[in-house]
């Protein structure tokens, strides 16, 4: 009996690209808006595995020059932002019995290890580019990373829409709450359209 519907979406692999999709597609979106460059689904930006990566962080790529990044863009000042955004279940029978077994959890600690892996998987980043990692968790939770560029995205959102490198600040929450809005509206839209499926 699934009454939630968690474990059909666990198991719906079609499911996690479209969501991932979604989350990166508002992204991009936001990104354009900010007035920066964006591409997607970029490869080449990445040599060999560096000798000294583990091979759990290699996942299940077997070169690392066909590491690809989910956004890659530029602003005006040719500052360059690697975003990668993933999706985590909080809820999986593995994260409830870490969560029960510890004594203090943080609230998007599954976030944060999914930032965690995305670090470790791109610590090459070539010079010029700043890596981006945001865990999100099925629920809209942000790990600690993803927080702090979504406030950059808001601030830059904010500077673009009015046309001053120093918005008010009321401006720059109001700009950083409608990052976290669509994004979440995102994410939930796709979530609710599988399980509808």
């Known amino acids: ?13 079609a499911g996690k690209t479209l969501r991932h999709t ?13 007035g920066r460059s964006v ?13 000294s990566m583990p091979a759990a ?18 602003d005006h000042n040719l ?11 909080p809820a999986t029978p593995a994260a409830v019995q870490a969560a029960a077994s510890a004594s203090r959890v943080e609230p998007n600690h599954v976030a944060d ?15 010029g580019f700043e890596l981006r990692p945001v865990g999100l968790t099925t629920q809209m939770g942000v ?16 500077r673009r829409r009015n046309a001053t490198e120093t918005p008010r600040s009321r401006q720059v929450t109001a700009a950083t709450r409608e990052v976290y809005a669509r994004v979440g509206v995102a994410l939930m839209r796709a979530q609710a359209d599988r399980l509808a499926a």
């Open 143 to 158: 790990g600690t990373r993803g927080r702090q560029y979504f406030a950059e995205l808001g601030l830059a959102l904010a």
């Open 39 to 51: 591409w997607t689904e970029v490869s080449g930006l990445f040599g060999p595995f560096p000798d």
């Open 79 to 89: 500052r360059g932002r690697l975003i990668d955004p993933t999706v985590a279940d």
């Open 57 to 74: 962080a290699r996942g299940r790529v077997a070169d690392g020059t066909l590491r690809r990044i989910d956004l890659v863009t530029m």
């Open 1 to 13: 009996d699934d009454d939630t519907g968690r474990a059909r979406l666990r198991g719906d692999s």
């Open 113 to 127: 290890e999914a930032e965690a892996e995305k670090e470790a998987h791109y610590p090459d980043t070539p010079p």
């Open 22 to 34: 979604a989350v990166v597609d508002s992204i991009g979106d936001m990104e354009k808006e900010a």
